[in-house]
């Protein structure tokens, strides 16, 4: 059975809490909602009405009560909420309603409204720096890379391609497998193919080849009512018939079953286009025929965005509503960005992404409610 978060409600009694000070020292000690998955809802109590002056004692000090209805009133309350989801609790309304607005967030549809985020790494390439002659500056930008996606904990982890820079130098394979294992094993982590793994040709030999190093060339997941798919741009980019109708006919199946999916997100390793949709075919793009065709399948199906690698910076473009998001290599840079990686927050509206440099990830993740 999966975990659920859990709802934090703290009742201040105004009567006995000075409400500034207090509240900050009651709210100090439930710093639980950190963690990402608790609301911390903090109200105060019913008002129970209907309580008169009865008299006042000033020698004996006392005033005197007497409740005129036996029950709570209905006037609103103030609360004041922290932590995912708290969007839908603040404000000032009946007490009562909190217990409707907890339900109504647990239970919302497949339960799966809260934000979240995930990882696309790229163009690791060990063995570009020293023309293959070693990756030590690899190695230390993707281990350095891989110390902050534990410490931010994403979701998953997609990397879109070019683990190496020769598909045939087994230490560069083994080195990026190395580091790689060190991710979180509760950080899925998932793999599309570049040029560079697979080759700029790709045949049966180098297919089952880069297979065996890596288990497959495509996936498609379902992860909190969104469809996420990445395949193999490589043999879209070389034409490569007969792979490329049978991978051409699996997406369609694929995107088929995700109609009902929130959003649908792709990643491949070579970008339809980087700038715009008529742009000549390069070493950077894929050529105009396999480019309308698969654009025009991706936006008949409502492909929110498509995630690639492969040039070394980053770039961005549209086919009608949906994005186009290249980024840059957390191996070697090929233009302004430094190596780094992309943060891709997932709202159920929308998806935001921001690429950062190794020496600017965020100490934490935040999300902002529109």
Same mark, same amino acid.
């Given at each position: 059975?999966?975990?659920?978060?859990?709802?934090?409600?703290?009742?201040?009694?105004?009567?006995?809490?000075?409400?500034?000070?207090?509240?900050?020292?009651?709210?100090?000690?439930?710093?639980?909602?950190?963690?990402?998955?608790?609301?911390?809802?903090?109200?105060?109590?019913?008002?129970?009405?209907?309580?008169?002056?009865?008299?006042?004692?000033?020698?004996?000090?006392?005033?005197?009560?007497?409740?005129?209805?036996?029950?709570?009133?209905?006037?609103?309350?103030?609360?004041?909420?922290?932590?995912?989801?708290?969007?839908?609790?603040?404000?000032?309304?009946?007490?009562?309603?909190?217990?409707?607005?907890?339900?109504?967030?647990?239970?919302?549809?497949?339960?799966?409204?809260?934000?979240?985020?995930?990882?696309?790494?790229?163009?690791?390439?060990?063995?570009?720096?020293?023309?293959?002659?070693?990756?030590?500056?690899?190695?230390?930008?993707?281990?350095?890379?891989?110390?902050?996606?534990?410490?931010?904990?994403?979701?998953? =982890? %997609?990397?879109? @391609?070019?683990?190496? /820079?020769?598909?045939?130098?087994?230490?560069?394979?083994? +080195?990026?497998?190395?580091?790689?294992?060190?991710?979180?094993?509760?950080?899925?982590?998932?793999?599309?193919?570049?040029?560079?793994?697979?080759?700029?040709?790709?045949?049966?030999?180098?297919?089952?080849?880069?297979?065996?190093?890596?288990?497959?060339?495509?996936?498609?997941?379902?992860?909190?009512?969104?469809?996420?798919?990445?395949?193999?741009?490589?043999?879209?980019?070389?034409?490569?018939?007969?792979?490329?109708?049978?991978?051409?006919?699996?997406?369609?199946?694929?995107?088929?079953?995700?109609?009902?999916?929130?959003?649908?997100?792709?990643?491949?390793?070579?970008?339809?286009?980087?700038?715009?949709?008529?742009?000549?075919?390069?070493?950077?793009?894929?050529?105009?025929?396999?480019?309308?065709?698969?654009?025009?399948?991706?936006?008949?199906?409502?492909?929110? =965005? %498509?995630?690639? @690698?492969?040039?070394? /910076?980053?770039?961005?473009?549209?086919?009608?509503?949906? +994005?186009?998001?290249?980024?840059?290599?957390?191996?070697?840079?090929?233009?302004?960005?430094?190596?780094?990686?992309?943060?891709?927050?997932?709202?159920?509206?929308?998806?935001?992404?921001?690429?950062?440099?190794?020496?600017?990830?965020?100490?934490?993740?935040?999300?902002?409610?529109?």
């Amino acid at each position: 059975m999966k975990k659920l978060g859990f709802f934090l409600t703290i009742l201040i009694i105004a009567l006995f809490l000075k409400a500034q000070d207090n509240y900050k020292d009651v709210t100090s000690n439930y710093k639980v909602y950190k963690e990402g998955e608790t609301v911390s809802v903090i109200t105060d109590y019913h008002k129970t009405g209907g309580m008169p002056n009865a008299g006042v004692d000033l020698q004996a000090g006392s005033v005197t009560g007497v409740f005129g209805i036996g029950g709570h009133t209905a006037v609103k309350v103030p609360a004041f909420d922290y932590g995912l989801g708290s969007e839908k609790f603040v404000g000032i309304y009946e007490n009562t309603a909190i217990f409707e607005k907890t339900m109504s967030l647990l239970f919302s549809k497949n339960g799966h409204n809260h934000p979240y985020f995930f990882i696309q790494v790229t163009d690791p390439q060990f063995g570009m720096f020293e023309n293959n002659n070693g990756f030590e500056k690899e190695t230390y930008l993707y281990e350095k890379s891989v110390k902050e996606i534990n410490r931010l904990k994403p979701d998953f =982890v %997609v990397i879109t @391609g070019d683990f190496v /820079n020769d598909p045939k130098d087994m230490s560069q394979i083994a +080195e990026f497998k190395r580091i790689t294992v060190k991710i979180d094993s509760k950080i899925p982590v998932y793999y599309t193919p570049g040029n560079h793994d697979i080759g700029k040709i790709p045949d049966y030999l180098s297919i089952n080849s880069y297979i065996k190093n890596y288990g497959y060339d495509k996936f498609a997941f379902k992860h909190k009512n969104s469809q996420f798919i990445g395949f193999n741009s490589c043999i879209i980019k070389a034409n490569t018939p007969d792979f490329e109708q049978r991978q051409y006919d699996w997406l369609k199946k694929m995107l088929a079953k995700s109609k009902k999916a929130r959003h649908i997100i792709i990643f491949c390793h070579y970008q339809f286009f980087v700038k715009s949709f008529d742009e000549p075919e390069t070493y950077s793009n894929i050529g105009i025929l396999n480019r309308e065709k698969y654009l025009t399948l991706f936006d008949a199906n409502k492909v929110k =965005v %498509v995630f690639s @690698g492969h040039l070394h /910076n980053n770039a961005y473009a549209k086919f009608g509503e949906m +994005e186009l998001v290249t980024t840059s290599a957390v191996g070697k840079p090929m233009a302004k960005a430094p190596s780094g990686f992309r943060i891709v927050k997932v709202y159920s509206d929308r998806i935001e992404s921001v690429y950062y440099g190794l020496d600017e990830i965020p100490e934490s993740i935040t999300f902002d409610q529109k």
